[in-house]
């Protein structure tokens, strides 16, 4: 069956690899026409696409966990869309589904990209679509997992989360106190902070923008700092190591802070911490445990349906406004999940 | 029993905290009697004296494992000696032990003291005295808890050790071969990195000075580094950082590069190699393993014996020596691990 729209495809693609914050030049925004997918593949209209600071690495050369976009390619993105045509018997039309769609506004999945897992069926009823991009979609896996595999805290433990608005961060604060923790975020500016304490009920959140981190650590972590989530990286990271206790442990998720870096990244300088403190830092990749995803959506879905778990998106409108809306996550302009909204359905 | 020598004890204070090296200045040469054990306690004659990179950060105000020296007190340091008076049922005159001696001739150790496990009998049929500063004392200890605990070596894995011709890098490395690791040193010119691969069997050794460490692991690692053990820091550690495996693991034992800096440490740069890898950095104090060093120097004394150990330590003459001959720690002149002999027995 297929129902292909007779319309365009916009696109953007990597133009080249930028040099510190990615601008338009780096950038090019084609179109073509809307194609019939292949036998045993699918045609998604994208709905909505997540904006994460990952995306920055991605667009760099060189091995990571990930391969890098190649220059003249898709922009990758994960997103929620709309199967509108389908010749595979996995996908109705109709369909609301996750996957890797690109920032385009039709994405095209081949029979291997769905074989291997590449779009699942999503229910709106057990979350809206940018919740599905937020606490159920991958910065609530990475969360999810990161904090309870790596971070393993225990009740009464202290967990400080940097990044504390953002998508992760919200989900990690969260699972924290549901899971018997003192939680404390770190975030930009009073608005966030409020919002972390006042409506997530984070213990205490840290407004980095105004005095030293180290300060605040010390006044709303009396007992230290078991587990340190960090998002951010630099002098934020740097801090927190002076404050860890005993067998901390320091889940390395991101680096925000150092992702536009042109010139060499600054490493924890308190690093030694860890030695005096028989302490533990440890990098995760939530695509490392996709087989347990269903475990974690369906934990925090009660959590989203009971009300202990809140969330909030930010919800920028408009493909051609990609570029942009991908600066607001590093000049810490977003306050909730980056979200990027390309059609309404 | 009493046969206290009327003789004079001579001792290294620690008479200011140092900025960077130790200099003369640091230290007072102090001479007092030779006193009676407290009841309870024993008088232990120093014979040989470890000397080791972390007696400097004990030099060093601030919270760490271990509490500071303080301005005028005896420098702390673990020896071997031989019991001269006791009035402990639990030792005996002639007793030859190890424990926190300090670096002075003659240790006075309380009933408290002996109560706490600060003095240890010693057979010098299992390993000889300088063994049992090395391999059977806390360097050993330090490799063997370090190695298996945290790097959890599996047979066939590649496993990284810097300072390998020091105290702690020889039992790592040959460990890491008789469990069944490819082993890879990095040590200080050729003289270190010949006698590491020929003599301790290491399967190579990279001279840090001869060329670009990175280099070095391309060529002897080339199945990557799936356990770093640590004991320099700086940029070695950095440069490791970039050929680690996914699921690795960094033992953080030391950081030798740093401990003299007078200016901010620097940081591994390139920290999120944890990330991309999934990899772990922890850090450890051997003295957490108290209630197993009898399991360790059982195992280790098994391998000396039957000659799949080897050891080599760097013996200097002479208490008087002390200031000088910790500098060679710091310097890398010591080839070995360093000892200072301080009486003949």
New interface residues.
Partial sequence: MSTVPATNNRQYRLARRPSGLPVREDWSFTTEPVAEPEEGGVLVKTLALSLDPAMRGWMNEG???IAPVGIGEVMRAGGVGKVVASKSPAFAVGDVVYGTLGVQEYARLDAAALAKGGLSRIDLRVGTMTQWLNVLGMPGMTGYFGLLDVGQPKPGETVVVSGAAGAVGQTVGQLAKIKGCRAVGIAGGPAKCEWVVKELGFDACIDYKAGPVKDGLKAHCPKGVDVYFDNV?GEIL?AVLTRINRKARIV????IS?YNATE??????????????????????VF?NADRYGIAIAELAGYLKDGRMKSREDVVSGLETFPDALLKLFRGENFGKLVLQVAEG
């Fill in positions: 091995k990571s966990y990286g740097d390395i998720c991101g680096a150092q060499k990244p600054v490493g924890p300088a308190n690093y030694l911490s860890l030695l005096v403190n028989r302490a533990r830092m440890e990098g995760i990749v490392d």
